[in-house]
């Protein structure tokens, strides 16, 4: 067993003395089950610095060079030239302005989806579990297939199905990727991402103490006074957690955008405008400083979602 020491305790302010306890003492047994499990996770650390961290030192080395891939010759350190160039020509704004624009209305909307299928799932009925399943799929298509399937078999101004289902009333087709590109990036985002949503919202329901409903209930409260009253107010910390891990996600969306509108009509994200100056510029400098802009922004966001993330277990495991 860890035997605890306990230092000689300290008066408080009512006389009492309480005994202040310093870190547990290890057994020799203890000691080597720790060091083995520290071993046992250098490599898992290590693979995860290889495949992550050293990418992204690589990266903040080109941004500080001026490197375009039609002339080759031509490579020397900049320093921060290109972040002020990135920062100053106005495309880094407006890209920055089109990601706050789609991933802002996509994540509310999947969120509010999300929370309309959480509570018809968090019920018992015949199919739950095959109508489970199919709300997930969309999640788990590749985001290549889905935006092709949406570009062709769904929006397509000739064939797509959803003219189509609007010509039955008499609204004339629409050239949803050219005519409302921003509206059909959210469309497909938001189809794509509502399952992720209602996933988290649906384990938060789930987690509500049925005892408090129950009375409730036998309180004479509706079920739309108790969903604002007490479904709601519990379910605040699970919101935000979809909120920001989806945020996270969606930032680095790039094929939607690259399939269906190449960056046109207020479209182009940061993800693709990184790619449009590595790819197709060929600015290798530029588009390394777009890079780590961007990843500062993901970091940032990410450190907010982490931070609500400990919170709620925080206060789980005090229940």
Known sequence: MTATAIRPGRVENDGEVKPQRTKPVLT???????????????????????????PFLVTIYYSFQQWNLLRPGDQKFVW??????????????????????????SVLISLVF?????????????????ARTLLITPFLMMPAAASLIWKWSML?????????????????????????????????????????MMLILLAGLQSQPQDVLEAASVDGAGPIRTFFS???????????????LGTILLLQV?????????????TKTLSYLLYERAFVGLEIGEAAAYGVLTVL???????????????????????
Do not use: C
Request: hydrophobic share 55%; no cysteine.
């Open 28 to 54: 020799r047994r203890e000691r080597k089950g720790l060091r083995l499990a520290r071993a046992l996770v250098w490599p898992a650390l290590a693979a995860a610095i290889i495949i992550t961290q050293i």
């Open 80 to 105: 921060f030239d290109n972040y002020v160039t990135v920062l100053t020509n106005g495309a880094f704004v407006s890209s920055l302005r089109a990601t706050v624009v789609i991933v802002g209305a």
């Open 114 to 130: 999300g929370m309309v299928l959480a509570l018809l799932l968090d019920r018992k009925f015949m199919g739950q579990g095959l």
């Open 156 to 196: 397509d101004s000739n064939v797509g199905m959803v003219n189509w289902a609007l010509g039955l009333i008499g609204i004339d087709p629409v050239a949803w990727n050219t005519d409302v590109p921003i509206l059909t990036i959210i469309m497909v985002l938001t189809w794509q991402y509502t399952p992720f």
């Open 230 to 244: 007490m479904t709601l107010p519990h379910m605040r910390q699970y919101m935000e957690l979809s909120i920001l």
């Open 254 to 266: 790039f094929d939607p955008i690259a399939i269906m509108t190449r960056g046109t009509g207020g």
């Open 297 to 319: 922004l993901t970091i940032i966001v990410a450190m907010v979602a982490l931070r609500s993330l400990f919170k709620i277990f925080k206060t789980e495991g005090t229940r």
